[in-house]
């Protein structure tokens, strides 16, 4: 399974910014799928996750409300649609499949993208 992460960049407080994460290799609609970011000097964190079939989703609570995932199972990727961005968003944001359950955390995910950095500064 490969996954090719894009859409990070430099925006300002209060933009919004779409990720994308394009997967292949892989039975993508029953596949979970995830995002997780991790910022400078800090361990890698928990944003949001979509299940495969059941395709419920799940949030952090520091990005519920304002960060959405979602899936298009036709073009094989999952988005993090990000809004209100802030500084603390700043990180390099990865894209994870295949976890034992969807609350498993990173370490047992077993498929990682390259990662895509966002910055967001005043």
């Known amino acids: 399974v490969q996954l090719q992460a894009s859409g990070g960049g430099s925006v300002q407080i209060g933009d919004a910014l779409r990720l994308s994460c394009e997967a292949s290799?892989?039975?993508?609609?029953?596949?979970?799928l995830g995002w997780f970011r991790q910022a400078p000097g800090k361990e890698r964190e928990f944003v949001a996750a979509t299940a495969g079939r059941g395709r419920s989703t799940y949030h952090a609570d520091s990005v519920r409300g304002r960060f959405t995932i979602s899936r298009d199972d036709a073009k094989n990727t999952v988005y993090l649609q990000m809004t209100d961005l802030r500084p603390e968003d700043t990180a390099v944001y990865y894209c994870?499949?295949?976890?034992?359950?969807?609350?498993?955390?990173?370490?047992?995910?077993?498929?990682w993208g390259q990662g895509t950095l966002v910055t967001v500064s005043s």
């Open positions: 290799g892989t039975m993508f609609s029953t596949t979970t």
């Open positions: 994870a499949a295949d976890p034992p359950n969807i609350a498993s955390p990173g370490r047992l995910w077993k498929y």
